[in-house]
């Protein structure tokens, strides 16, 4: 099946909605506020006794919480990294997937041989090898091609520096909060694989590093 052009989101970095996996409400965006919230969720303790946040869907709502630096502090002890490392990923290679499917492959079904076989041999998706994060797309089109920059390597590679950029955060909906949020907390860098065999490497914050030792799980290589 040749790749089509169809239109795609504004954002192209924006893959998704998260369709019932949320269910409280964002506070505004505020950047300055969301970058304290990100950077806060990395330092302190407390004796507090507190659940475990184990999944993406927890760190996405400790990001959209109204900012509460006592209640951030006390919650930074009890993330489990390598735990939301294996939940965001799982769902990310989804989201990855579909966008790919819906904008490249005439809405092709992720349930479509050639879907399948593309995803199989990692050309479009997303995986980790311990707390390195890739993302693939193989069917971008060539700056030659004439087509909007997003649909491009470089143009897609734009998208991702910018929204992975702490110093100047730009403006995000909810789900782009969490999505890039997340990347940034939870991996030394990401791998971004295009057509042709190009790729380049994103470096990001991985602020909670200095909480490893509070990983549930040895940090091993693992896939999808």
Same mark, same amino acid.
Request: proline share 10%.
């Given at each position: 099946?040749?790749?089509?052009?169809?239109?795609?989101?504004?954002?192209?970095?924006?893959?998704?909605? =998260?369709?019932?996996?949320?269910?409280?409400?964002?506070?505004? +965006?505020?950047? *300055?506020?969301?970058? +304290?919230?990100?950077?806060? =969720? *990395?330092?302190?303790?407390?004796? $507090?006794?507190?659940?475990?946040?184990?999944?993406?869907?927890?760190?996405? @709502?400790?990001? =959209?919480?109204?900012?509460?630096?006592?209640?951030? &502090?006390?919650?930074?002890?009890?993330?489990?990294?390598?735990?939301?490392?294996?939940?965001?990923?799982?769902?990310?290679?989804?989201?990855? &997937? &579909?966008?790919? /499917?819906? *904008?490249?492959?005439?809405?092709? $079904?992720?349930?479509?041989?050639?879907?399948?076989?593309?995803?199989?041999?990692?050309?479009?998706?997303? %995986?980790?090898?311990?707390? #390195?994060?890739? &993302?693939?797309?193989? =069917?971008?089109?060539?700056?030659?091609?004439?087509?909007?920059?997003?649909?491009?390597?470089?143009? %897609?590679?734009?998208?991702?520096?910018?929204?992975?950029?702490?110093?100047?955060?730009?403006?995000?909906?909810?789900?782009?909060?969490?999505?890039?949020?997340?990347?940034? /907390? +939870?991996?030394?860098?990401? !791998?971004?694989?295009?057509?042709?065999? @190009? !790729?380049?490497?994103?470096?990001?914050? +991985?602020?909670?590093?200095? #909480?490893?030792?509070?990983?549930? !799980?040895?940090? $091993?290589?693992? !896939? @999808?």
């Amino acid at each position: 099946m040749k790749p089509v052009a169809r239109p795609v989101p504004p954002d192209p970095t924006l893959l998704a909605e =998260l369709p019932g996996r949320l269910t409280i409400q964002p506070a505004p +965006y505020r950047p *300055a506020g969301v970058l +304290y919230v990100l950077l806060t =969720l *990395a330092s302190g303790c407390s004796s $507090q006794p507190v659940k475990p946040i184990t999944t993406f869907d927890g760190h996405c @709502r400790a990001v =959209l919480t109204p900012p509460d630096p006592d209640a951030l &502090v006390t919650r930074a002890r009890y993330f489990a990294p390598e735990s939301i490392r294996v939940d965001f990923t799982r769902l990310y290679d989804s989201l990855v &997937v &579909v966008y790919v /499917a819906d *904008a490249f492959l005439d809405s092709a $079904q992720l349930t479509d041989t050639v879907v399948r076989e593309l995803r199989d041999v990692r050309m479009i998706g997303a %995986w980790r090898e311990g707390t #390195h994060l890739h &993302v693939a797309n193989a =069917l971008l089109f060539a700056p030659e091609d004439k087509m909007p920059s997003d649909m491009t390597f470089e143009g %897609w590679a734009a998208g991702y520096r910018k929204f992975l950029d702490l110093e100047r955060p730009p403006e995000m909906s909810p789900i782009q909060r969490c999505l890039f949020s997340a990347i940034n /907390a +939870y991996f030394v860098d990401l !791998t971004l694989h295009g057509p042709g065999g @190009r !790729t380049e490497v994103v470096p990001v914050s +991985y602020y909670m590093e200095s #909480h490893e030792r509070y990983n549930d !799980t040895p940090n $091993q290589r693992t !896939t @999808r």
